[in-house]
């Protein structure tokens, strides 16, 4: 079974802080992705990877980095946390298959910026 | 940018009650998949589906590619409470990249024992 393991739950930061999520897959998958999910907005894709050291902005990139250092984790940065920030954040990971993109989500990080 | 419609938005149905649920596009897609999600929980993958016209089962859920692989349904069969949750289908474009998954918004499902 595919397993993707997001490191933290929940945090709680304040406003101005450094925020780190980690996420690693033991698939060995080519891509992986960050997206966050808020009530009426759906799924929105922030970054996603399809290599190590590659990475591509998503639909809502601002206020968020993303490091690849090895294939099988993928972690989301929080330069400034700001209240608008909190959300709940999931990675997700999948192979690389032209035109067939299966997805597989961790259990989700939600982070509340006070 | 593209979207799903997905629909319909919430049911609330009965224990034992069959359930359909579909999404649509207004371009042509590679994928379609099917995903549950609970409470505090990331999305489970349920089916996916590849070809135009497949229809996949997986226990009591059957999920079809349309043929003219614009939309898709998934269908729950002898609803239980356990089925409660929000379903979201998502599909690859075709000449999408590979990070170019779209998401409909979700069917929230609610079932009275």
């Known amino acids: 079974d595919v397993k993707v393991t997001q490191s933290s739950r929940y945090l709680v930061k304040r406003t101005g802080e450094k925020v780190f999520l980690e996420c690693v897959q033991d698939m060995d998958h080519e891509n992986m992705f960050w997206y966050r999910q808020d009530p009426g907005l759906g799924l929105r894709l922030i970054y996603f990877?399809?290599?190590?050291?590659?990475?591509e902005k998503g639909d809502i990139p601002e206020g968020y980095s993303v490091s690849r250092e090895k294939k099988e984790r993928f972690s989301l940065i929080l330069e400034s946390a700001s209240t608008n920030q909190t959300s709940m954040y999931l990675c997700?990971?999948?192979?690389?298959?032209?035109?067939?993109?299966?997805?597989?989500f961790g259990e989700g990080s939600w982070l509340t910026v006070v | 940018g593209q979207q799903l419609n997905q629909s319909p938005q919430s049911m609330f149905i009965q224990e034992g009650e069959d359930v359909s649920m579909n999404c649509t596009s207004s371009?042509?897609?590679?994928?379609w998949l099917w995903y549950k999600q609970e409470p505090g929980e990331g999305p489970v993958l349920l089916i996916a589906?590849?070809?135009?016209?497949e229809l996949t089962s997986n226990g009591r859920l059957t999920a079809q590619f349309g043929i003219t692989r614009k939309d898709s349904f998934l269908n729950i069969s002898a609803s239980i409470p356990s089925d409660v949750g929000i379903y979201f289908c998502?599909?690859?474009?075709?000449?999408?990249?590979?990070?170019?998954?779209?998401f409909g918004k979700g069917t929230k499902l609610s079932v009275k024992p």
């Open positions: 998502a599909g690859q474009p075709s000449g999408g990249s590979q990070g170019n998954l779209i």
């Open positions: 990877s399809y290599d190590v050291k590659m990475k």
């Open positions: 371009s042509i897609f590679n994928t």
């Open positions: 589906l590849y070809k135009a016209g």
């Open positions: 997700a990971s999948s192979l690389f298959r032209t035109g067939a993109n299966t997805i597989y």
